[in-house]
């Protein structure tokens, strides 16, 4: 990424779309999209547009898979062929399964395991329009699809992605800014807290107090996130007791 | 499969000529289009949903070379992926028999109506040419993915472009021309549930169904495309009936379809 970084990424204070450095895009949740599977919802960031889907507990096949004392949460990410430019061919490549890995791990710590031994919960990941910050959509996309199905949480997980634009830090890297920026940053968090971060990961060229600031940001990114995540639950589960 | 008391009730139900929605046999249950639900990456796109049956189609395109033996040929290539959310029983993996049906008999529809020209699709003969790709990718599964995949397929097209080509030969994605589209044909399916002909079947219906008929039909009311799927059997009189009832439908689909594009 250093390799090709672009200038004119960030002028007067204004990104080319013509945002502040912590200004987020338009987002939009809905929760509830899909009827087959247990749980959906669909997350709009900007032209970024993810469904997330959660099918279980249900039984394990393979059964060398099961874990006696826990359910297995499984995710799988995956990008529709018309979500970039060039059309994404369907097979599985080996940057969608470190993303399904990752996802996972990033879920897993909310997600009340023990409580379905040898089971599984399946997260799928539906990736509709790509323009950057997928990986962490999805994960808010997701967490709010575990919820819908009622699997029982200890928080919900979600998560944008900082980068630095010329000097400054900058929050929800859209567009160019992921690859001509001088770095991208996806960052998970429970509820909205940098003191439980469950996905970081980082490409590009800066110093250890671009990292501090950048989680500062990505904290503020993600409780705006969580305080949506709530709104969209409450919205689709309204008659309830939440 | 375990025959449910569901579908025992839905097979004497049919007999009664009623179904469990309430529907009239050969009725349809409500199509919503959004056109353009892709709003950049794709070149021509539409979400639809027939009853609770929800897909988007979207159509990228690139440059390739034309097929040695079709020199002037450009390329279409129809691909279904019925994602794993959409239904209980669907897994991840590559698509099998049901996808790659639809993806065959939506490509015939297209390709034997002349909807597209592929000659159109030609840049230099023999040399380059465009490729048209039609992804549909199923989101939510109640049935009746033939007929939803055929629309939003015929909506995607018909909202359809191509990048033109700058100075060194390679497509240029700021600067689109329109894809050269000739009429629209409506594909639709009859299906056989004991003895009487039901159209728009739900996921459940299709659990029960003994066959079915897909026939593409152009706007002259010529047939140009027709599939038998499932293990039963259909009479002759049986398959000039579904034939007839697919004409009659077809109108206000391609009024529908015709609406939508309009109002993108």
Known sequence: ?242 | MVISINDKNIKKLIEKGERLDDRELDEFRELNIEPNFIHETADGSAMIELGDTKMVVGISTDLDSPYPDAPDSGMLITNVELTPMAAPHYEPGPPGDEATEIARVVDRGIRESGVIDLSDLVIEEGESCYAVFIDVHVLDYDGNLMDAASIGAAVALLLGRLPVLDEDGNLDRDNYKDLPINGLPVTLTGSKIGSKLVYDTTADEEDVRDTRLTATVKEDGKVVNMQKGEPGTLDSEEVVEIIETIREKSEYFRKRIREAVEGA
């Not at chain 1, 439980?196 to 950048?214: A, N, S, Y």
């Open chain 1, 1 to 242: 990424m250093p390799q090709k970084q672009k200038e004119g990424l960030l002028k007067d204070g204004k990104r080319i779309d013509g945002r502040k450095p912590t200004e987020f895009r338009d987002v939009n949740m809905e929760v509830g999209v899909l009827k087959s599977p247990d749980g959906s919802a669909l997350v709009e960031i900007g032209n970024t547009r993810i469904i997330a889907a959660v099918k279980g507990p249900k039984e394990l096949h393979p059964r060398h898979l099961q874990e006696p004392d826990k359910a297995v949460l499984q995710a799988k990410y995956r990008m529709a062929p018309f979500s970039v430019d060039d059309r994404m061919s369907p097979k599985p490549s080996r940057r969608s399964r470190e993303i399904s890995l990752v996802t996972k791990r990033a879920l897993e710590p909310i997600v009340k395991l023990e409580k379905f031994p040898q089971l599984a919960i399946n997260v799928y990941i539906e990736v509709l329009e790509a323009d950057a910050s997928t990986r962490v959509t999805g994960i808010t996309a997701a967490s709010l699809a575990l919820a819908d199905a009622g699997i029982p949480m200890n928080g919900l997980v979600q998560a944008c992605a900082v980068g630095k634009l010329e000097e400054e830090m900058v929050l929800d890297v859209a567009g160019e800014e992921d690859a001509y920026g001088k770095a991208d940053i996806p960052v998970a968090m429970i509820n909205g807290s940098k003191d439980e971060i469950t996905l970081l990961q980082m490409d590009g060229d800066i110093t250890p107090e671009d990292v501090e600031e950048g989680l500062e940001l990505a904290e503020r990114g993600n409780k705006k996130l969580f305080e949506m995540q709530k709104d969209a639950l409450r919205e689709a589960h309204s008659g309830g007791d939440n």
